[in-house]
C-alpha cells in the first residue's frame, strides 16, 4: 500500500514544486512588469512635462507676437486716426472761412440788389420822362410808333424772305437742270428715236376730174353705197384732181382711203365692188393693226400683253395728235421713260409698260366720252394691267395726281416726246390764242407795265414800274405769275418767266 501511494505522493510532490516555481516565476515577471511599468510612467511623466513646458513656451512666444502685432496696429491706427482728425480740423477751419467769406458776399449782395431797385426807380422815371420827351418832339405815341415800327420791320422780313427765296430757288433750279438735263439727254441720245411724223392721210388724187363723176354714179348712187358701207364722207368739190375724205374714226377713214384707191386703180366701180373692196381693204387694215401692234409691243420690250390690248395698240397707227403718230409717241414714251427710269433707279419694266400704253384711249376716244387717260385706263384696267400701271396711264396727264415715281417719269416722257422740234404742229389761231392769254396772264398783276411773249410762248418778258415794284417784290410777282400760268394755261414743255425792273435816272446838260 505505501508502495502504491509513493507515485501518487511523487505526482502531487511534483505538482507543487511546479507549482511553486511557477509563481515563483510569475512573481518575478509581475515585480519586473511593475518595474518597468514604473519606469514608464516616470518617463511619460517626464516626457509630458516637456511637452507641457514646450507648448507653455510657444504658446508665450505667440502671445507676445500677437501683443507686439497689435501694438504696431493700434500704433498705425492711432496714426491715421489722427492724420484723419487733423484733415477733419483742416476743414473745418476751410468752411469756418468759406461761411464767413459766404456771409459778407450776402452782406454786398444784399446791399448791390437795394441799389439795383433804387436804380431801376430811377431807370424807369427816367425812361418815362424820355417817352414823354419823345412822343412830344415825334407828335406820335406809343402804338403809332409801334405800327411803324412793326411796318418797317414787315418790309425787311419781307425783302429777307424775298432774298432767300430767290437764292433757294436758283440753287435747287441749277442743282435739278442740272440732273434732269443729265438724265433727259442721255435718255433721248440712247433711243435714237425718228423724228419724221406720220400723219394719217385725208386727201386722195385721183387721174383726172372725170373720176369724180364716176364716184358719183348715178344720181349718186356710188357716193352713197360708199358712205353708207364705209361710214366715212366723201366729199367732192372743185378742187382739181381731189378727193377729200372725212371722219372721226381714223382706222375708218384708212380702211375708206384704201377702198377708194383700189376702186380708182381697177376702174370698175359700183355698189357691189365697193362692197367687196371694203372688205378687202378692212381684212387688210386689222391685219395691219395686228402686226403694228405685236411689232410696238416687240420694239418696247413690253411682253404679256392682252390680245385685244394689242390690237388697240394697233390701231394708233392711224391716230395722229397735232400731227405726230401716236404710236411712234407712245413708244417714244416707252423708251425715254424706260431709260430714265434706269438712270434713277426706278421700276424699268413698270415704266416702259406704262409708258407704251399711256394714249391707248385715244384709240377709242371717238366712241367713248371722256379724257383719253381715263378711258385708257378703265381699257387697261379691264384686261388685268396691274394697278401701277393703271394709275401712271390716268396720271400722265395730271387729272390724277402722281404718287409714285413711274407715273411721274411717265407724264415728263410725254411733254418731252411732245415738245421736241417737229413733232407736233398747232394751227396758228390756237398759237395765237394761247401768246395772248399768256400776255393777259402777267398783265394782270398791280405794277407790270409790258408783257411781251418770247421764243415761240416758251418764255414771257414781264416789265414792271420800278416805283411800284421793288426787286424782292419782282422775285415773288415771277413765281406768282409761273403758278398761275400752270393752274390756268395748257402747253408742252415750260414756260419761262422773267420779270425786269430797270430804274433810269435822265437831266440834262445846258
Not at 344720181?219 to 377729200?244: H, K, M, S, Y
Not at 395765237?432 to 415761240?456: S, Y
Request: hydrophobic share 40%.
Amino acid at each position: 500500500m505505501e508502495a502504491a501511494l509513493l507515485p501518487a505522493i511523487c505526482i502531487i510532490v511534483g505538482f507543487a514544486a511546479g507549482f511553486l516555481t511557477n509563481r515563483l516565476v510569475v512573481s518575478a515577471k509581475t515585480n519586473r512588469a511593475a518595474a518597468d511599468a514604473e519606469l514608464l510612467a516616470k518617463t511619460a511623466k517626464t516626457e509630458a512635462e516637456n511637452v507641457k513646458r514646450e507648448a507653455l513656451l510657444e504658446a508665450k512666444d505667440k502671445i507676445l507676437k500677437m501683443k507686439q502685432d497689435e501694438a504696431v496696429e493700434a500704433k498705425q491706427r492711432r496714426k491715421e486716426i489722427s492724420a484723419l482728425e487733423n484733415r477733419l480740423a483742416q476743414r473745418e477751419e476751410t468752411i469756418d472761412r468759406r461761411a464767413e467769406t459766404l456771409d459778407k458776399r450776402e452782406h454786398q449782395i444784399s446791399s448791390a440788389q437795394g441799389q439795383v431797385k433804387a436804380r431801376e426807380v430811377e431807370l424807369s422815371s427816367a425812361m418815362d420822362e424820355a417817352l414823354i420827351k419823345l412822343e412830344r418832339i415825334a407828335n406820335m405815341t406809343t402804338d403809332e410808333a409801334k405800327n411803324e415800327l412793326l411796318a418797317s420791320i414787315a418790309d425787311d422780313v419781307k425783302r429777307e424772305a424775298a432774298t432767300i427765296i430767290r437764292d433757294a430757288e436758283t440753287y435747287a433750279k441749277e442743282e435739278a437742270d442740272k440732273r434732269a438735263r443729265n438724265i433727259v439727254s442721255l435718255a433721248i441720245q440712247r433711243i435714237a428715236a425718228d423724228h419724221t411724223s406720220e400723219n394719217t392721210v385725208s386727201v386722195v388724187k385721183i387721174p383726172s376730174d372725170d373720176m369724180k363723176g364716176r364716184l358719183i354714179g348715178r344720181e349718186g348712187r356710188n357716193i352713197r353705197a360708199f358712205e353708207q358701207i364705209t361710214g366715212i364722207n366723201l366729199i367732192i368739190d372743185d378742187t382739181p384732181e381731189t378727193i377729200v375724205l372725212s371722219g372721226f374714226d381714223p382706222v375708218r377713214r384708212e380702211i375708206g382711203r384704201i377702198t377708194l384707191d383700189t376702186l380708182i386703180t381697177d376702174g370698175r366701180i359700183h355698189p357691189a365692188r365697193i362692197e367687196e373692196m371694203f372688205k378687202k381693204a378692212t381684212k387688210l387694215i386689222n391685219e395691219e393693226i395686228q402686226r403694228a401692234g405685236e411689232q410696238a409691243s416687240f420694239d418696247a420690250g413690253v411682253h404679256n400683253l392682252h390680245p385685244e390690248i394689242i390690237r388697240t395698240l394697233g390701231r394708233l397707227r392711224y391716230r395722229t395728235s397735232y400731227g405726230q403718230n401716236v404710236l411712234r409717241h407712245s413708244l417714244e414714251v416707252s423708251w425715254l421713260a424706260g431709260l430714265m427710269a434706269e438712270e434713277l433707279g426706278a421700276d424699268v419694266a413698270l415704266a416702259k409698260r406704262a409708258g407704251l400704253l399711256h394714249d391707248l384711249g385715244k384709240a377709242i376716244d371717238h366712241e367713248i366720252e371722256g379724257p383719253h387717260a381715263s378711258i385708257g385706263a378703265d381699257l387697261a384696267r379691264r384686261f388685268g394691267e396691274p394697278q401701277p400701271v393703271l394709275h401712271a396711264i390716268e396720271a400722265h396727264h395730271g387729272e390724277v395726281e402722281p404718287t409714285t415715281v413711274e407715273a411721274v417719269l411717265v407724264m415728263a416722257a410725254d411733254a418731252i416726246s411732245a415738245a421736241r422740234p417737229g413733232a407736233r404742229r398747232e394751227t396758228l389761231e390756237t398759237y395765237i390764242k394761247r401768246l395772248e392769254k399768256l400776255e393777259a396772264v402777267a398783265n394782270a398783276h398791280k405794277g407790270v407795265e409790258k408783257t411781251f411773249a418770247m421764243q415761240a410762248g416758251r418764255e414771257i418778258r414781264v416789265m414792271v414800274e420800278p416805283e411800284a415794284v421793288s426787286d424782292a417784290d419782282a422775285v415773288v410777282l415771277a413765281r406768282d405769275i409761273a403758278k398761275e400760268i400752270e393752274a390756268e394755261l395748257e402747253y408742252p414743255g415750260q414756260i419761262k418767266v422773267l420779270v425786269l425792273r430797270e430804274s433810269r435816272a435822265v437831266d440834262y446838260a445846258k
